[in-house]
Nanobody
Framework: QVRVVESGGGSVQAGHSLRLSCVAS?????????MGWFRQAPGKEREFVSA????????NYADSVKGRFTISRANARNTVALEMNSLKPEDTAIYYC????????????????WGRGTQVTVSS
């Protein structure tokens, strides 16, 4: 069983930055997993934010965050990060980290392993 734990959420003003981190432990080696970030705003469905394959060589972003968010991973530390810049009030949501063996499953939200989420609040 893989345990996924997010951290780094908080409250910031629009235009500022936050960095989210996610640690995945248990199961197979971390480098076997593609990782992703998703978010869910109040009253809305969960949506895809970004995903990264095991090597970091294949990365996807939702159009709404392209150019503002950057995903990265450090396999030696079992971590994946989401650097969020130029934050907007519409970025307010609970952000979830997820893991799966296949990048396509991560991109489509069909991940086997999910964290409990971390709250990000952006005020105008």
């Amino acid at each position: 069983q893989v345990r996924v734990v997010e951290s780094g959420g908080g409250s910031v003003q629009a235009g500022h930055s936050l960095r989210l981190s996610c640690v995945a432990s248990g199961g197979r080696s971390f480098s076997n997993y593609a990782m992703g970030w998703f978010r869910q705003a109040p009253g809305k469905e969960r949506e895809f934010v970004s995903a990264i394959d095991w090597s970091g060589g294949n990365i996807n972003y939702a159009d709404s965050v392209k150019g503002r968010f950057t995903i990265s991973r450090a396999n030696a530390r079992n971590t994946v990060a989401l650097e969020m810049n130029s934050l907007k009030p519409e970025d307010t949501a609970i952000y979830y980290c997820a893991a799966d063996f296949q990048l396509t499953r991560v991109v489509t939200g069909l991940c086997d392993y999910w964290g409990r989420g971390t709250q990000v609040t952006v005020s105008s």
